[in-house]
C-alpha cells in the first residue's frame, strides 16, 4: 500500500472515522496513498480517500483544470462550494454527483496546492444517504494536515510515553511489543497516523540494522 503521503515540508495525514477499515491496496489508483470505507444499509459503501498529483500550477488553476473535467461528462454534476480551510493550508472544496451500479452518489471534493503537489480529499457516500454523513466528512476534511515530526503531532500528554517506546526500539526483538503499543496505546488521531509511525520506525529499524 502506498502510505505516505510525504510533502515538501513535511508528512501529511488526516484523521479518518473511528471504526472505519482501512480499504484493500489492489482496489486503489495509482496516486490514492490510503482509503477508509464505512458501513451502508445499501451497496455503496460510504469512503474517504487522500491523494495526490505532482503540479506545477496555483490551486485556482487546478481547481478550473478539474471542473473541465468533470463538466464535459454529461452523467457527473460539479459545482464549487467555496474556500476550505485546513491545518494543511487554505483549499478549495467542490461537490460532485455521477451515477455508480449502486445508485447515484455525492462526492465532497477538497483540494490542496502545496510544495508542488495537489492533495486530494475525497469523502463519497451514496447521495439520500450524505446528508447523515455530513458533519463526519466536513470533521475529516478539517483534519488535514502535515508535520515534519510524528511524534510531535500526536497529543502532548501522550508525547513523553511515545518517545519511550522509541527510544525502546533498539533492534528486531522489540519490533512486536513496539507494534502492539502503537495500535492499542496510541489510537486518539486515527490509523493513518499509526500506520505513518509504524511504517517510519520500521524504516529506521531496518536502516540502522544495515550500518
Not at 487554505?90 to 492533495?119: D, H, N
Amino acid at each position: 500500500m502506498m502510505i505516505n503521503c510525504i510533502a515538501l515540508y513535511g508528512i501529511c495525514f488526516f484523521v479518518p472515522p473511528q471504526e472505519w477499515e482501512v480499504a484493500s491496496p489492489e482496489t486503489l489508483s495509482p496516486r490514492v496513498h490510503i482509503a477508509f470505507v464505512g458501513k451502508s444499509s445499501s451497496g455503496l459503501a460510504p469512503t474517504i480517500n487522500l491523494a495526490t498529483e505532482p503540479v506545477s500550477i496555483s490551486l485556482p488553476a487546478y481547481v478550473e483544470a478539474v471542473r473541465k473535467i468533470h463538466t464535459a461528462d454529461p452523467n457527473a454534476k460539479w459545482r464549487d462550494l467555496g474556500r476550505f480551510d485546513t491545518k494543511l493550508g487554505p483549499g478549495q472544496l467542490t461537490e460532485i454527483e455521477m451515477s455508480t451500479e449502486q445508485g447515484k452518489a455525492r462526492l465532497m471534493q477538497l483540494m490542496v496546492v502545496k510544495g508542488g503537489l495537489a492533495y486530494i480529499l475525497t469523502a463519497c457516500a451514496l447521495k439520500e444517504e450524505f446528508p447523515k454523513h455530513y458533519k463526519l466528512f466536513d470533521r475529516v476534511l478539517q483534519s488535514l494536515q502535515e508535520t515534519d515530526d510524528l511524534v510531535e503531532s500526536y497529543p502532548a500528554h501522550k508525547r513523553a510515553e511515545l518517545k519511550s517506546a522509541l527510544g525502546a526500539l533498539t533492534g528486531e526483538k522489540q519490533w512486536a511489543k513496539f507494534e502492539q503499543k502503537i495500535i492499542h496505546d496510541f489510537t486518539e488521531i486515527g490509523p493513518y497516523w499509526q500506520i505513518l509511525m509504524l511504517s517510519e520506525a520500521r524504516a529506521k529499524l531496518l536502516t540502522e540494522g544495515t550500518k
